[in-house]
């Protein structure tokens, strides 16, 4: 896992998983939203705070933005095992590893 986080990033992130409220994750641009969101989702499905995760984004760029942080948590084999990226083709990323627009009804956490 590449990530690093500041004290009070750690301190949100340990908040909001041990909240079963949704967690929203806000501020301005550049202040790591995408990385905390995705340390976040991580975490909960790595200590079993939840089945699934749903990450939401307003735009496609943030979306492609949340599966390269995913796969640089994850690794991009891992992220694309574990990981479903649903949205407009056109706006996905290429080079992502996560694989996109697949139905729901045929994935399978792990497989």
């Known amino acids: 896992m590449d990530i690093s986080l ?3 990033q750690l301190r ?5 998983a041990s909240n079963k409220d949704i967690a929203g ?6 202040c790591d939203k995408t990385t905390v969101g ?18 939401v984004a307003y735009t496609n760029a943030a979306a492609n933005e949340f599966c390269w942080e995913l796969c ?15 949205g407009n ?8 590893f996560i694989t996109v627009n697949q139905p729901l009804t045929s994935w399978r956490r792990g497989s």
């Open 25 to 30: 994750v806000v501020g301005p641009p550049g």
């Open 12 to 16: 949100v992130l340990n908040w909001r």
């Open 89 to 96: 083709e056109k706006g996905v990323d290429p080079y992502q």
């Open 72 to 86: 640089n948590i994850l690794g991009g084999e891992v992220a694309n095992r574990l990981c479903l990226r649903k």
């Open 6 to 8: 500041d004290s009070e």
């Open 38 to 55: 995705s340390a976040l989702a991580v975490k909960m499905i790595a200590e079993d705070l939840a089945n699934r995760v749903l990450l």
